[in-house]
C-alpha cells in the first residue's frame, strides 16, 4: 500500500484478516469504579492482568486486541488529563511495553482507544485557558453532549492538530497499530483529513476506526479519510429484527451494509462497552446464536466484546453508574474463574470465527436479494467475486426447507436432519 492510498482512506492489507476482541480496561481490571478496598490503587500495575487472558484471545480466532481508555483520566477514561501518560490506576509505560511485546509475540495487533474530541475538566490546558479548547458565543468552555467534567477541542485549532498527530504517533512508535476515534461523529471530517494523512506518513500500515452513530457513513469515510466506522445500523437491525421477531428490518439494513462495503469494510460487532449485552437485550436464548451467527458471516471487520464470547448478560443504564454493569471485572485467574460462563457459547464463537478465518474474503462480501423472507425466517447469500455462502434464519416455531449444498456450520438440530431448517434454528450452506 502506497502512502498515497492512505491518503485516500485505503485500509492496510493486514485488515482484511483482522477479528477484534475489544475490553474496557480501567473496569476489566476492577480499577473503575475503584474497590473501598483500596485494591485500585495506583501501584498494582494492572494491565498485566491482560496478559493471561491472550491466549485466549488465540484460542477465541481473534487477532487483535481492542483496548478502551488507558491514558490518565479523571475516572472512567473518557475525560483525559494525560494522553501521553498511562493511567497510574492501570500501571506505568513498562506495563504497556510488556503488554505490547506478550501481544506481538501472539501474532495479536494492538488498537487504542484515541478520546480526540474532549478532554476532562482537569486536563492542564483547560487550567491554563488554552485556544484549543472550543469555546460558545459567551465566551465559556463547551461541554460535550451536556457532560460537564467533559470540555469539547476546536478542532479547527492548529494546537490541537498537532495534539493529535503527536499522540498518535507516540503511541505507533510504541508498538500500537491502529486507533478507535472516539465521538468521531462530533468532529468536522476536515480535521481528519489533516490530521491522518499527516500520521500515516510516517505510519502507513496504521489503521483508523471512528466512531459514527448515526449520519451517512459512505459520506463521513469518503470525506474523513477513516477506514472504517463502527456499523451502529446494522447493530440495532440485528438485536431489534431477532428480538422483535421482524427479519425484515434485518433484510432492509443488509442492503445498506452492502453499499457501504462497495466502498470500505464498517466495524462490525453485536456488543461493545456502551450497550447493553446482546444476551440480555435478545429475550429468547433460542435466538442468541442467530446474532453471533451474522457477526461471523457479514462483510466487514468484526469485533467481539470481552465477556459476549461466555455469554455474560449486563444491561446499561440511562443514569450515573449505568455502564458498570456492562463493563465488569474480570477474574485475573482467568476465564475458569468467571461466574456463569456458557460454555456453548463459547462453542459457538470459537466454531465461527474459525469459519471466518477459513473464508478471508468474507470481509468485503456484500449480500444479496433475499432467497426467501418473511417475519421470522430469512435466507440470503453472501457474496465476493465467485465466492458465495448461504445463511438461513428461522426464528419460528416450524422448520422449513434448507437448500442442497456442503453444511459448514448450524445448530445442532438442523446438523441431525440435512435438508431441514430446525424451527428456532440456523445454517451456514455452501
Known sequence: MTIADSALGREPDWVAHAIWWRAYPLGFV???PESTDGSASPDQHRLLRLI?????VIELGASGIALGPIFASSSHGYDTVDHFRIDP????DTDFDTLIAEAQARGLRVQLDGVFNHLGREHPLVSAGSAALKRGDDGGLVSFEGHGALVELDHSNQETKRLVIDVMRNWLDRGADAWRLDAAYRVPPQFWVAVLPEVRRSHPEAWFEAEVIHGEYNAFVRESTVDSVTQYQLWKAIWSSIEDRNLWELAWALKGHSEMLREFAPTTFIGNHDVTRIASVIADSRHHPHAVVLLGVLGGTPTVYAGDEWGFRG?????????????????????????????YVTALYVELLGLRRRHPWLHRATTSEPRYLTNEHLEFDVVFDDQRLTIALNLGDEATTLRDGALLAADPVTRSFPGALAAHGWAIVR
Open 30 to 32: 476492577g480499577a473503575f
Open 315 to 343: 444491561v446499561k443504564e440511562e443514569r450515573e453508574g449505568g455502564d458498570d454493569a456492562i463493563r465488569p471485572v474480570f477474574p485475573v485467574e482467568g476465564p475458569e474463574a468467571l461466574p456463569g460462563r456458557d460454555l
Open 89 to 92: 490506576r492501570l500501571g506505568d
Open 52 to 56: 493471561p487472558w491472550l491466549d485466549r
